[in-house]
């Protein structure tokens, strides 16, 4: 308490943000922090876990679904590599997580989640791979109501100034436009899904859709993906952090916005529907996306 009233009194408000937001750094990405500077964090043995998945498709709750098996089940070092890139560094967050994989990604120990895009790691055979997908044609109209409305902004000052006029310019468009702007980068996203983890190792992915419509098929296959058999006052837990059977009201104000499968029919117009179809025709294919 003294430290904290010297500081206060001491420094200039500036210098007292930094030391706090520093201080904060430090407590919560702390683990982070170590392995892009290639230390050691954990000493266990247990196969490491990434978890990939993309935004808008239940990454948030998935990260606490995951987070509370791995506190029951797996009893891995958590991590959140993304998140601390994402507030903290000025840099684009996969290509500091892709130039720095040789020493932040460990075969054994480590929670890597959630990844919201594919890495290029070493040795990725050595990896316990969970992989949930939604069709990406609804991922990119729920982005754009995302950026416009509810995604956080990042800590960094300088990340947030350029988010925020990102936001400005996204917020001129209409979601055709946005859509037809944006729908390269997220088809790399899901070509590279498709190829380097479906195709090339035959990784079994977990369904968006699932997760909302049928609930006990998802949870069962996601135990599998663990090789673990979730006990069910777990999976009850589990739903309850979903929100239960609550009913989700359309706001666009809202983290969770709509979640219902086939939002794309209703916000696009036919020829931007005609567009990403022809776009993403074998993406689709692949995932049985109709």
């Not at 120990?109 to 997908?133: D, F």
């Amino acid at each position: 308490m003294y430290l904290r009233q010297t500081i206060k009194t001491l420094l200039p408000n500036k210098i007292a943000k930094e030391i706090k937001e520093n201080y904060k750094k430090n407590k919560v990405y702390s683990n982070e922090i170590k392995l892009l500077k290639g230390r050691e964090i954990s000493t266990s043995n247990q196969t490491s876990v990434l978890f990939f998945t993309t935004r808008k498709c239940a990454s948030t709750y998935m990260n606490n679904c995951i987070r509370y098996l791995n506190e029951k089940y797996l009893h891995l070092m958590s991590v959140n590599l993304a998140s601390y890139v994402w507030h903290y560094l000025n840099q684009e967050v996969y290509k500091v997580l892709e130039e720095k994989q040789a020493v932040a990604f460990r075969h054994n120990g480590i929670l890597y989640s959630p990844l919201r895009q594919y890495v290029p790691i070493n040795n990725l055979e050595k990896y316990c791979i969970v992989l949930m997908l939604r069709d990406p044609r609804d991922v990119i109209v729920s982005n754009y109501y995302s950026i416009n409305y509810s995604h956080t902004l990042p800590i960094n000052e300088n990340q947030q100034k350029e988010f925020l006029q990102y936001r400005q310019r996204v917020q001129q468009q209409t979601v055709d436009e946005y859509v037809r702007e944006r729908a390269e980068r997220f088809h790399k996203i899901y070509s590279e899904y498709c190829h380097f983890l479906i195709k090339d190792r035959n990784i079994k992915w977990l369904r968006y859709e699932d997760f909302i419509q049928d609930f006990d098929l998802w949870v069962k296959q996601l135990g599998e993906c663990f090789n673990i058999d979730i006990e069910e006052k777990d999976i009850n837990a589990l739903f309850e952090l979903k929100g239960g059977n609550k009913k989700v009201e359309e706001n666009k104000l809202n983290h969770i916005r709509k979640a219902l499968p086939g939002d794309h029919k209703e916000k696009l117009k036919t020829e931007t529907q005609d567009f990403l179809n022809k776009k993403f025709k074998d993406i689709l294919l692949t995932l049985n996306y109709e």
